[in-house]
């Protein structure tokens, strides 16, 4: 007994001894910032990261938890938000679209899951970008994750406003909604700042809560749609609506699938909290690829049975909250209700997941002083990053006035898919440079072949885009590299192998 | 191998939020080897590392003064510091790594004369005994037993319980002197202890159920340590991984 427990201590001092075989790399003296990942990565261990100081930074997120957070993140959009709109573009062929969209982000889950678990830093995509490729692409990763999240939370502000009307209209308080434009803008505007301001001053751990609205999501989810497929199949006599599978061609098909994207924008947002998942090895991978596929699947089987119920064209004048009146016509009104719950669970999840992954990202760019290092400061008395929520609730709630739901979700999509084709790259050139830091513990498998594909899919994917959403996403992704040649150019980040 | 009758505390201090522990509680502590835990609980929406930058320094100053006040007594002290969303797990995991006995759970203590050690049942008694002796050997303080009987028919069985860690307490150099022990017979098991709690000035306590992770000490404990208002060791339960269920230990 004794002995067990003489082993346990003894791996505990090894830990202490930071003695990893890294540490023999020599830190630039001149750089303003201790940045060499081969310092400051720690050590990490199964439930702790032991720093070289000995600090201490314990790992509290289990898989279960990774899950939520991505799941938590990404099925806001896609099964909530976007049936209506891509069976609209797409005809039944979306589900193909939301196909593709697992399909790339699962390219792109594979690689993030071997940087994440060679770098299991907070900050995720911009840090592995730095390090792998130097810090001006590391500026337009990271300050295109910090706005590509803050379009996102936009975005799902804006659904949720639709739920919460639809939920009005349900309950007879239609009175209210006279005159719905600005009525959704106060309710999304009036939710972004709530969710804010609970974020700088809430001190209640959200993951337990986090974790429960996942979990009684995916429960009436499962129902709706086991009830849905099986009666699409006709099981219950019903006729499927018939029609043809891409009413609207190929194209639309590959455009819907850069539309619907966002709906998988969550998986990266597991590798920003990677310092916080413990055993990171193997909970990282498996949290961000099992994430993608049971938001893909849940997708799919969505759209068949959307489609299969109404068809496209009705379903397309729904909306937004088309996915209401499908599951009113399996299960009636409680079915209604229950997935009028459900969407303002969702969406309101995934703007809060999105407002605290934006504010990681600003703390990542403010240690490496790419922006001002007050971005980063937490105030002691609520222990939470209050400028940097700031930073992202205030344009928020400004794309939620002005913003367009298809045009925000791609400018969402559009710099995301920027980060995650760099990270595909810096994935290779890490590979190939291999410096003596870079040691994942998980290896992408299908290497070169798997990371090259994701970028191509991610770079690929943008062409598909509305005009506006380009435009405005290069607009941003060049202002970050202007911003960083005039405000941080002389920053240097030790570490990064193209400088060495 | 380390020494078989020192104790292993940890003191977990809420370090940076003003938590002091008394320094009459140093006082009994210095015989002891103390692990001092210096956490800071920083919200779900901040990155321990982000903490860790700003507040590193302050965290390591604050843990240096206690450190001091350890050494001014004359104890050893090692010390651990963690940034952390769940102090209840570092807790459980720090006791776990540096083999602790027991786990302090700190309160105000003017003074410390008198220790109440509640018996429950038969579980952990050598531990507990070790503790309580660890603690008490070189100090002069008093030691109750104490054990609550739910009716008079239990009171001899309380009796004979007492009395084997009277013995072993006696074993592990306690003069008779210094141990009373009391049987009473109540309703409430706890508020009993928590009334008899109140004419003492320290608790040490056993844990009640075999640790799993996020419950941490038991109900029993926790609740004591809320409600009376000296600090609580907690005896923590040797993890078996061989043969717990067999022997009962």
Request: proline fraction near 5%; hydrophobic fraction near 45%; aromatic fraction near 6%.
């Amino acid at each position: 007994m004794t002995v067990t427990h003489q082993l346990v201590i003894d791996t505990a001092m090894t830990e202490h001894d930071g003695s990893h075989p890294s540490e023999s790399r020599t830190p630039d003296k001149e750089s303003p910032v201790s940045l060499d990942p081969s310092i400051d990565v720690g050590k990490a261990g199964d439930e702790v990261t032991v720093l070289e100081s000995g600090t201490e930074l314990e790992r509290t997120i289990d898989l279960r938890g990774g899950l939520a957070i991505g799941v938590g993140t990404m099925v806001g959009a896609g099964i909530f938000v976007f049936p209506g709109i891509a069976a609209g573009n797409a005809g039944p062929a979306a589900a193909v679209s939301f196909a593709i969209g697992a399909v790339v982000a699962l390219l792109v889950a594979l690689p993030t899951s071997e940087l994440a678990t060679a770098m299991p830093k907070s900050g995720g995509a911009y840090y592995f970008v730095s390090r792998g490729m130097g810090a001006p692409f590391g500026a337009v990763v990271g300050i295109g994750l910090w706005l590509g999240l803050v379009f996102a939370s936009a975005f799902y502000l804006v659904g949720f406003a639709q739920y919460a009307v639809a939920v009005l209209e349900e309950i007879g308080a239609s009175a209210l909604v006279v005159e719905t434009v600005p009525f959704l803008t106060v309710l999304g505007v009036g939710f972004g700042v709530l969710l804010t301001v609970l974020s700088t001053f809430g001190t209640e751990n959200t993951t337990k809560l986090q974790n429960g609205i996942v979990s009684l999501l995916l429960g009436i989810l499962l129902i709706f749609l086991v009830y849905g497929s099986l009666d699409t199949l006709g099981l219950f006599g019903r006729e499927t609506v018939p029609e043809q599978f891409a009413p609207y061609g190929t194209f639309s098909i590959l455009t819907t699938a850069a539309l619907v994207f966002t709906s998988y924008l969550g998986f990266a947002q597991v590798a920003t909290v990677a310092g916080e998942i413990t055993k990171p090895g193997r909970n990282l991978p498996l949290a961000m690829i099992g994430s993608v596929a049971i938001v893909g699947t849940l997708y799919v089987v969505t759209i068949l049975v959307s489609t299969g119920t109404f068809g496209s064209g009705r379903l397309a004048t729904f909306g937004e909250t088309a996915i209401v009146e499908v599951a009113r016509s399996y299960l009636g009104l409680s079915g209604a209700i229950a997935i009028l719950l459900a969407g303002l669970l969702a969406t309101v999840s995934s703007a809060n997941a999105s407002i605290l992954s934006s504010s990681r990202a600003l703390y990542a760019l403010s240690r490496d002083a790419l922006v001002p290092p007050q971005f980063g400061r937490i105030n002691l008395r609520y222990g939470t990053p209050h400028i940097a929520l700031m930073l992202v609730g205030g344009p928020t709630v400004v794309l939620v006035v002005v913003g367009r739901t298809e045009v925000l979700a791609e400018v969402a999509s559009f710099l995301h898919l920027v980060s995650y084709g760099l990270m595909c790259v810096a994935l290779v050139v890490l590979r190939r440079s291999d410096p003596e830091w870079y040691q994942p513990s998980f290896r992408v498998p299908g290497y070169p072949l798997v990371p090259i594909l994701g970028a191509i899919a991610s770079f690929g994917l943008l062409a598909f885009m509305q005009p506006l959403s380009q435009a405005v996403g290069v607009v941003v992704s060049v202002a970050a590299l202007v911003w960083y040649l005039i405000y941080a150019r002389g920053v240097e980040l030790k570490g990064v192998q193209a400088d060495a | 191998m380390r020494n078989t009758t020192e104790v292993r505390v940890l003191v977990p201090v809420a370090i940076l939020k003003g938590q002091v522990i008394p320094d009459q509680m140093i006082r009994l502590l210095s015989h002891s080897a103390v692990v001092l835990l210096g956490y800071h609980e920083i919200p779900e929406q901040t990155a321990p590392e982000q903490a860790r930058e700003q507040f590193e320094g302050k965290a390591q100053a604050e843990l240096a003064d206690l450190v001091e006040a350890f050494e001014s007594w004359g104890g050893t002290v090692e010390t651990r510091l963690v940034f952390t969303h769940d102090s209840d797990q570092t807790i459980e995991r720090i006791a776990t790594e540096a083999d602790c006995d027991a786990v302090l759970l700190s309160n105000p203590a003017p003074s410390i004369d008198r220790i109440i050690v509640p018996i429950k049942e038969r579980i952990n008694l050598e531990s507990i005994a070790k503790v309580a002796a660890g603690v008490s050997r070189q100090h002069d303080v008093e030691i109750t037993l104490f054990h609550a009987a739910t009716e008079e028919a239990n009171v001899s069985d309380g009796e004979v319980l007492l009395g084997e860690v009277s013995d072993e307490l006696t074993t592990l150099g306690i003069r008779s002197d210094q141990l009373s022990r009391v049987v009473v017979v109540a309703q409430n098991p706890l508020q009993a202890l928590v009334e008899a709690a109140s004419t003492h000035d320290v608790v040490v306590i056993g844990e009640e159920e075999p640790t799993i992770r996020g419950r941490l000490f038991g109900e029993t404990s926790e609740r004591v340590a809320e409600q009376t208002v000296g600090p609580v060791l907690v005896v923590r339960r040797p993890i078996d991984p061989v043969d717990d269920d067999e022997t009962g230990l």
